[in-house]
Nanobody, 113 residues
């Protein structure tokens, strides 16, 4: 079955960096669009970044976040730089497989001084 497992969240000061990882299994990873979403307290889940052949980013993170993937390891990464207080959220890895949405359990990122 499809499984997505995120890791790498934590507490970081404004301006700091973190790298989130998502380990995928149960589907043909190399052919799949992989996405990162986030959900802040009291807000709806929002798109952050995606990758397959190219990459896309939400305007709020352009120039600060990058996304990469390792198709040999079935891993996708979110590299977050110049973190802001408003980046605080639970970050979720997402894959659409055979028209079904799959989500990981999420990893908490807290940006605070």
């Amino acid at each position: 079955q499809v499984q997505l497992v995120e890791s790498g969240g934590g507490l970081v000061q404004p301006g700091g960096s973190l790298r989130l990882s998502c380990a995928a299994s149960g589907f043909t990873f190399s052919r799949s669009v992989m996405n990162w979403y986030r959900q802040a307290p009291g807000k709806e889940r929002e798109f952050v970044a995606s990758t397959r052949l190219g990459t896309k980013f939400a305007d709020s993170v352009k120039g600060r976040f990058t996304i990469s993937r390792d198709n040999a390891k079935d891993m996708v990464y979110l590299h977050m730089n110049s973190l802001k207080l408003e980046d605080t959220a639970v970050y979720y890895c997402n894959a659409v497989v055979n028209f079904n949405n799959y989500w990981g359990q999420g990893t908490q990122v807290t940006v605070s001084s």
